[in-house]
């Protein structure tokens, strides 16, 4: 008898809702775990070894649950331990299961935005320091100028719900009109940070006119789609039940307050302890 079980999505905090939000619209049928692993959130300034430690825990916690894949929707986690992972740890964990980043997805397509071959990234210091984005858009379209630029305060605006008020605006100023100065001729901007997409608005008042502003949310949602279609055996071991079942390693009252507003609805988590013992949670769907 064949056992199906939900699809695991997972980021360091908030940020990977903003993914979950459009795979859901994209994709409503199936049934999906988020983790926010919140207690030792931001990852963006974490080193490789200790990204890679703490993604790889909660990756064992998703197959515990019975996941049979596990998206990181996470740029950082992405960009720091998704190849080792794949490459080191899947075989010995469950060489069935996959786990899928929000990197690829991006790269592959980025090139269709741009008419200039000059792309910006705005993401964390974790994502920029790691070259991921460069190395990978280097693979796909080894015509484009990539130029990143860090924006460490981003974040934090938008997890202390700052992203709407006027105090933001200098933050995002200054970041936008740096890359746009250290790359002229940039005409498409990719927000490659999951918090990113909250702070549209206020990115979309200091861009210049003829800029594209592209978000990844729904690029992973249909990249997702058409690796299932494309997987049949991994497909059939997802369960189709529309449920959504959320967990944090910190407070679940603070995650909720912030969730819903990064998920766009009401958000009711649960707590998970992921020190020591990796206890299997109970989900109802």
Known sequence: ????????????G?????VMKEIVKKLPQ???IYLGDNARAPYGNRSFETVYRYTLQCVEWFFQQGCPLVILACNTASAKALRTIQQNDLEKLNPQNRVLGVIRPTTEIIGSFTKSRKIGILATNGTVQSGSYLIEIEKFFP?????????????????????????ADYFVEKHVQHIMASGKGIDTLLLA?????????KIL???PAGVTLVSQGEIVAASLDDYL???TELESRCSKNSGRVFYTTDSTEDFDNHASIFFGEPVRSNHVNLDGSIPVANHIY
């Open 1 to 12: 008898m064949l056992i199906t079980q939900p699809i695991g999505i997972f980021d360091s």
């Open 14 to 18: 908030y940020g990977g809702l903003t």
């Open 30 to 32: 199936y049934d999906y």
């Open 143 to 167: 015509d484009i100028t990539v130029y990143q630029e860090a924006c460490p305060m981003w974040v934090p605006i938008v997890e202390n719900n700052e992203h709407k008020q006027p105090g």
């Open 193 to 201: 940070c999951t918090h990113y997409p909250l702070l549209r608005e």
């Open 205 to 207: 008042q200091f861009l």
């Open 229 to 231: 279609q494309r997987h």
